[in-house]
Every structure is written in structure tokens, then in C-alpha cells.
């Protein structure tokens, strides 16, 4: 359960995410707390999942529509885009 975001919400969350800074890699092992899916308009398959992991700035990416390029990506978890995009995940939250 989570949030549903459409239209001009889901293009901030989205613009959010495509904001956050890089980073280095740290090591924590990848145990992911937050993920985002994208789907088409008729909520078939997923068009893609990020997979976000705060403690080592890590974000795995998945589905039809990812590049292998951006499969594993490295972002700065202490950014401010980074606890706009914490807020919201936890705000979503049940």
C-alpha cells in the first residue's frame, strides 16, 4: 500500500527524483526502504521501479523501460532534493 500519484503529482515526484545530486558508492549491503513503480495507464506491468536505499545513497532500477545504463545509480541522501523525496515516501506511508 502507498501512495498513488497521477498527472502533475506524479511529474514532481518524478522531476524530484531526476534532481537528486550524484554520489560515491557507501556500503551498507543495499537494504532498501522506499521504492517508487511507474505504470502505464491501464496498471499492467510496471514501466519501471526505483528502489531506494538512504543509508548507502544507492537507487536500483528495474523494468521495461530502464536502460541497463541506469540499473545501479548513486545518489547524495543527504541532499535537500533527497529529504524533499524522504518526505514524501514517508508521507505516503500507511
Not at 506491468?45 to 536502460?67: D, Q, W, Y
Request: glycine share 8%.
Amino acid at each position: 500500500m502507498g501512495a498513488h500519484w497521477v498527472g502533475s503529482e506524479a511529474a514532481d515526484v518524478l522531476a524530484l527524483i531526476e534532481s537528486l545530486p550524484g554520489s560515491e558508492q557507501y556500503r551498507c549491503g543495499f537494504s532498501p526502504g522506499w521504492s517508487v513503480r511507474a505504470y502505464a495507464d491501464t496498471l499492467g506491468l510496471a514501466l519501471f521501479e526505483a528502489a531506494f536505499c538512504f543509508s548507502c545513497h544507492e537507487v536500483r532500477m528495474h523494468g521495461s523501460t530502464v536502460p541497463p545504463a541506469l540499473a545501479k545509480q548513486f545518489f547524495d541522501a543527504n541532499a535537500p532534493q533527497a529529504n524533499s523525496l524522504l518526505a514524501l515516501l514517508r508521507a505516503a506511508a500507511p
